[in-house]
């Protein structure tokens, strides 16, 4: 325990008395002791080869397996994985000893973890291939996901006291995977606390601005809750039932992402807040209870019937139950209200770990069919990279909407789901013959787009088979996956006979093939694939004839195409050549300490020497971004296999770098000169442009300055605020 602060210390034997407390209750003395003595002994052979790396790992295991029990609420199997994975790794355990002494189970997800851990410790999490694989192996094992969930937290959680990098990347990492897995789970808790200290982490002024901002309307805002409420209560007691009722005020994350989507200032927010009932019912009487307190409030209050959310009686994918409806609450204000039970509840904030502990694992077969296509999905080696990520993204974060078979089966589908999904979405078969389908009795095409309540059918014929712009129909992944594999299918059978219809006429024209040409004449007829090639022959679209034609041309010019072919090369390579804004200079390492790299510098953040930055792979090449630019968040969540680590090289820039300055203040007489002679007294400072508009005695405007870092523009800042009558100078995005 030595090379350790006071604070760790008791942090450590706070988590102590914890996890023996947990194993003491479910174990026998003798196993709570053994795993006792293993964590022990890989502990000090570790302390041998670095202390406080030992220490630090061990603390970490420790915070990870306390929120799996406290905040995930899994069972000892889970928990004790967690702690023994360090030894498992280190070998201080063998796989044989674990799973004599814990248990098959146990060594079941050790294994998972060792294979997760392989891609997850190479700081690349969300990189292109390294992704997939990590992906894959979620998908092994439920159980693995929600440990590495767990641990992400902690590393979140702790991460104050790292470097900007390595908040980046756990940011990145954060937002792109394990905010949208969770959220998958049911685990909104955890999803919010990982998107609000991405939030955090990355852009510390948003942050901070509308933490201020809830911290400033909190006395007006309970107050409000409490005038909403008492009557409320008032009522429900008089019913007999048992229910507790409160207040919760939305995430920072969610309040960004409203003010950023819909554009307004933070006081137009009408919905920062929600009141959750939460019921002691009986479970034969929770639906029924639930209903009651809707009654209630909303004999009350007035309801907006469009935004009533019903996952009472169809709970979520992820077994997310509850009743939702938005009221008008005192002072003409929309209040959402969320009516549950204590079972419902546990579950909102456990997810389906918390499932399991009421229906049972064997019953919870929604998880396993999501896991089953998710693996499908990935393994599929004909799918672009893109597109896997495309598929796993939209299968985690869609809303959902529920339909019927004319039997009255239930199916769940992503919203926009169409005739074509639905029926892939039954069998592969159905899919691949679907024609036309019925909805509520109507005739529609395989392109319909569903929506909730729709009763539908399906019309098949023998003759139809999947066509490739059936990808643009479908928007889930298990029927794009399928529809690729039947177009994979059909391609090969295809292309099988058109090289028989190729060779046939070819000898009968006493031709012998030379693959060389062959492929020579492929290219330069543009195909991208030899697939494409022959499939146009299949289909009739490329004449075979023709195509022999050609092939005698190309063969008997054959002095001359080498040279246009050089030509054509020469002009293809130098069109590939990107054209760039700005040359890079050894300024700026992307990436692997890469430098001589030609990239972009965003014009959405204009980011300047000295700023936290990363790289993001654009169509356009590699553009540099601010880590706080207003688009960060929506490409790390959406595209976070492409963002790049980037800093700056050397300490003070040779660049100069053109920032717009914000500056308000009190109209007063030589105001103006003041700001332009401040600026002009900068030493390599240069101002390009002024526009100041005063107004009742008050002025803004923007001033647009050269400078060559963030050192020199803080510095500039202080000073501008420093004239009197200025009240305010930012930097502009």
């Known amino acids: 325990m030595q090379d350790i602060s006071l604070i760790e210390r008791e942090d450590f034997l706070q988590h102590y008395r914890k996890l023996y407390t947990f194993f003491r209750e479910v174990w026998s003395m003798d196993k709570t002791s053994r795993l006792k003595e293993i964590l022990y002994r890989s502990f000090v052979k570790s302390q041998g080869e670095d202390g406080s790396v030992a220490m630090y790992d061990l603390l970490s295991q420790m915070r990870t397996a306390v929120i799996i029990i406290d905040e995930i609420g899994l069972k000892q199997s889970t928990v004790s994985a967690v702690l023994l994975f360090h030894p498992f790794l280190k070998k201080h355990i063998s796989p044989s000893e674990t799973e004599l002494y814990f248990g098959a189970d146990v060594e079941a997800i050790l294994r998972g973890l060792k294979k997760v851990n392989q891609f ?332 909730s309540g729709d009763q539908v059918e399906i019309n098949t014929s023998t003759h139809q088979s999947p066509k490739q712009d059936w990808l643009n129909i479908v928007v889930t992944s298990k029927a794009r996956t399928k529809i690729r594999q039947l177009l994979k299918e059909e391609a090969v059978k295809q292309v099988d006979i058109a090289k028989e219809t190729l060779s046939r006429r070819m000898k009968n024209r006493k031709i012998e093939v030379d693959e060389a040409h062959l492929m020579q004449l492929i290219k330069k007829l543009r195909y991208k694939t030899v697939t494409d090639f022959y499939v146009d022959i299949a289909t009739g679209k490329t004449d075979v004839n023709w195509v022999i034609d050609r092939y005698l041309e190309s063969e008997s010019k054959e002095a001359e195409t080498k040279d246009t072919h050089t030509v054509v090369s020469a002009g293809l390579f130098t069109l590939k050549q990107p054209l760039q804004e700005l040359k890079s200079t050894d300024e700026l390492i992307i990436d692997r300490n890469l430098t001589g790299v030609d990239y972009k510098l965003a014009k959405c953040c204009n980011p300047i020497f000295g700023d936290d930055i990363f790289g993001f792979v654009s169509s356009q090449g590699i553009k540099i971004h601010r880590v706080c630019c207003p688009n960060a968040h929506d490409l790390f969540s959406r595209f976070g296999y492409r963002v790049l680590k980037a800093r700056w090289s050397g300490t003070t820039g040779s660049s100069s770098y053109t920032i717009v300055l914000r500056i308000i203040g009190n109209d007063q007489i030589n105001i103006v000169a003041n700001l332009m002679s401040i600026i002009s007294k900068e030493e390599g400072v240069q101002m390009r442009s002024i526009s100041i508009d005063s107004n009742d005695g008050l002025f803004q405007g923007n001033i647009t300055v050269m400078l060559a870092n963030t050192s020199m523009l803080e510095q500039l800042i202080k000073k501008l605020k420093a004239v009197k009558g200025v009240k305010s100078v930012t930097r502009l995005n």
């Open 120 to 451: 997850s410790d190479k700081k690349s999490a969300v990189e292109s291939e390294n992704y997939i694989k990590l992906l894959l192996s979620f998908a092994e094992d439920i159980r693995v996901v929600f440990i590495m969930i767990a641990r992400q937290l902690q590393l979140m959680r702790f991460a104050k006291i790292a470097d900007s990098q390595e908040k980046l990347d756990l940011s990145v990492e954060s937002i792109y995977l394990y905010a949208p897995l969770a959220h998958r789970l049911g685990l909104y808790s955890i999803k919010s606390e990982l998107e609000d200290l991405s939030l955090k982490y990355t852009d510390r002024e948003t942050y901070d601005y509308i933490a201020q901002k809830l911290n400033e309307t909190k006395r007006s805002r309970d107050k409000y809750i409490k005038e909403f409420i008492q009557p409320v209560k008032d009522r429900l007691d008089k019913t007999g039932l048992k229910y507790d009722i409160k207040g919760r005020t939305k995430s920072i994350h969610s309040i960004n992402n409203k003010l950023k989507k819909q554009r307004i200032e933070f006081e137009s927010i009408y919905d920062l807040f929600a009141i959750r009932v939460i019921l002691d019912s009986p479970p034969e009487q929770e639906k029924a209870q639930c209903w009651q307190v809707y009654s209630v409030i909303t004999d009350m209050y007035q309801p907006n019937p469009k935004r009533l959310k019903d996952w009472l009686s169809i709970p979520k994918s992820n077994g997310y139950e509850s009743l939702h409806i938005t009221v008008m609450g005192p002072d003409s204000r929309w209040v959402e209200v969320q009516i549950r039970t204590r079972r419902m509840d546990d579950i909102a904030e456990r997810g389906l770990a918390a499932h399991w502990k009421y229906k049972g694992v064997k019953e919870e077969s929604t998880l396993d069919n999501w896991l089953s296509t998710l693996r499908e999905s990935l393994g599929d080696n004909e799918t672009n990279l893109s597109q896997k990520l495309t598929d796993f993204k939209l299968d985690l974060y869609d809303k959902e909407i529920f339909v019927f078979t004319p039997k009255g089966d239930l199916f769940k589908l992503p919203m926009g789901a169409t005739i074509l999904d639905f029926a892939f979405a039954i069998h592969t078969n159905l899919g691949a013959s679907c024609m036309s389908g019925r909805v509520n009795g109507k005739n529609v095409p395989i392109k319909h787009v569903l929506k």
